[in-house]
T-cell receptor, first 115, second 113 residues
Framework: DAGVIQSPRHEVTEMGQEVTLRCKPI?????LFWYRQTMMRGLELLIY????????DSGMPEDRFSAKMPNASFSTLKIQPSEPRDSAVYFC?????????????FGPGTRLTVL | AQSVTQLDSHVSVSEGTPVLLRCNYS??????LFWYVQHPNKGLQLLLK??????LVKGINGFEAEFKKSETSFHLTKPSAHMSDAAEYFC???????????FGAGTRLTVKP
């Protein structure tokens, strides 16, 4: 398996534009997590899904952020409109099974810069 | 609620000397604990994990960690640092009742020649 795949790897956009980040989980992994990493705030959990259903979105910063998982092999994180403070690295991670023993597998991240 | 505290934001060692990265956790349950490493411009990679078996856990690249319930600690150690160990290290606690994982703020390890 190729692991968790994220695209794009880098995104530079202007304030006010819509940004869509994509994640393809490892096949068979039924949990998917979206994280944001910044120097100031570290690694923050934004939202996670189980079997394509959003379970906890309490980490989503505001209404400008939305995430979907239309099927088991694809998820998107959308920011509309984007702001400079959204600049960060966004990670997708997946895990199999409902067990705290299992490790999360992280994608390489998308580095977002909002000018 | 569970939480994890990494006591040092930055640790600097010389190549060949021991590494100690400290982590304390708070959990109402018997937690699972993990250490992840993040090299520059890369995603996070699992180093090792504790899941209520042996309290001394060995991971990749010569790292190990000891679970001490009485001290609520899970410190990461390595006898001899290598230049390639320079990275950010995250301690993570996981609730056994769900997949609620809490990440520490991270410790940046610098290895000097």
């Amino acid at each position: 398996d190729a692991g968790v795949i994220q695209s794009p790897r880098h995104e530079v956009t202007e304030m006010g534009q819509e940004v869509t980040l994509r994640c393809k989980p490892i096949s068979g992994h039924d949990y998917l997590f979206w994280y944001r990493q910044t120097m100031m705030r570290g690694l923050e959990l934004l939202i996670y899904f189980n079997n394509n259903v959003p379970i906890d979105d309490s980490g989503m910063p505001e209404d400008r952020f939305s995430a979907k998982m239309p099927n088991a092999s694809f998820s998107t994180l959308k920011i509309q409109p984007s702001e400079p403070r959204d600049s960060a690295v966004y990670f997708c991670a997946t895990i199999v099974g409902h067990s705290s023993y299992n490790e999360q597998f992280f994608g390489p991240g998308t580095r977002l810069t909002v000018l | 609620a569970q939480s994890v505290t990494q006591l040092d934001s930055h640790v600097s060692v010389s190549e060949g000397t021991p590494v100690l990265l400290r982590c304390n956790y708070s959990s109402s349950y018997s937690p699972s604990l993990f250490w992840y490493v993040q090299h520059p411009n890369k995603g996070l990679q699992l180093l090792l994990k504790y899941t209520s078996a042996a309290t001394l856990v060995k991971g990749i690249n010569g790292f190990e960690a000891e679970f001490k319930k009485s001290e609520t600690s899970f410190h990461l150690t390595k006898p001899s640092a290598h230049m390639s160990d320079a990275a950010e290290y995250f301690c993570v606690v996981s609730d056994p009742n769900n997949n609620d994982m809490r990440f520490g703020a991270g410790t940046r390890l610098t290895v000097k020649p």
